[in-house]
């Protein structure tokens, strides 16, 4: 690898969620890894049980350790978060959510916010309603990011997570609409593979506007370790390098077999890249 760096992985902590937190971030130190980020979620950062005291402790935590927190990605993609929802009140509960996220990120000093468009109704009745509702809400999220200082990195989700941005044409359409200068794209390699596309197709469409990537293993679905799938990491890499992209790698692993020793798949995950990327 000529451009691509180790000092762009990214380790998250999403697998390590029954563990303690500080098992992740240990590990991420030992493993050399520079970069992590926070996955919003019980017991390890449920936002929205937390005081400012214990929200400011979890920064405390990561820069003892000489960690970077290069995202925040609140647990979204479940009931009750979703932008788009047919009702009112999720719609507001939604809104309120992110904007708190927000204002968390801007406290752990994260410059990205990780968020998703949410999803319509799947037979699509009320699609072009949830597709306006998504944009509102995402519109608004990036108006108080600026405020921040913050990114927001808008999420492509598979098709049975949503049916609004779910590929590169979907994404390319909302952020056309959007036009904002504090939302920008994301891959996650899952929903890439399982839509037929590769990073080079995002990096000639997004260009700079490619704000972060999950990098993950899968067969094709599952958020695997490397080298557990069959998907073209080596290749994607190279694609990435030949860009070359200045963004972040983050391991997202989230498979269910991992849960019982997180440890163990995040070393083969760093040390499958560092084996590639040499410096």
Avoid at 163 to 178: C, I, R, W, Y
Avoid at 248 to 255: A, H, M, R
């Amino acid at each position: 690898m000529k451009d691509i760096k180790r000092k762009q992985i990214s380790l998250m902590n999403i697998q390590y969620k029954y563990f303690p937190l500080s098992l992740f971030l240990d590990d991420a130190e030992k493993l050399g890894v520079e970069n992590v980020e926070l996955w919003g979620g019980a017991p390890h950062f449920h936002m929205e049980d937390m005081t400012y005291g214990e929200i400011c402790a979890v920064r405390r935590e990561i820069r003892r350790r000489g960690l970077n927190l290069v995202c925040y990605t609140p647990e979204q993609c479940v009931y009750p978060i979703n932008l788009a929802s047919n009702a009112p009140d999720t719609r507001r509960r939604s809104q309120k959510f992110f904007e708190n996220s927000i204002r968390a990120a801007g406290e752990l000093g994260a410059g990205k916010v990780l968020v998703t468009s949410g999803t319509g109704y799947f037979d699509g009745s009320n699609r072009e309603e949830a597709w306006k509702w998504a944009g509102e809400g995402l519109y608004a999220l990036g108006e108080m990011a600026a405020d921040y200082g913050i990114t927001l990195a808008l999420e492509v989700l598979r098709t049975d997570e949503s049916n609004l941005v779910h590929d590169l044409p979907s994404l390319l359409k909302m952020l056309g609409e959007l036009n904002h200068s504090s939302i920008g794209g994301m891959i996650d390699t899952i929903p890439m593979a399982l839509a037929g596309e590769r990073p080079a197709h995002y990096l000639e469409a997004l260009g700079d506007r490619l704000v972060h990537i999950h990098f993950i293993d899968g067969a094709p679905r599952g958020h695997l370790a490397w080298g557990d799938g069959v998907l073209d990491m080596e290749g994607y890499l190279e694609e990435l390098d030949a860009y070359p992209y200045k963004g972040y790698l983050s391991l997202e692993i989230t498979d269910g077999r991992y849960f019982m020793d997180p440890s163990d798949s995040a070393k083969r995950s760093v040390e499958r890249l560092f084996s590639v990327i040499k410096s």
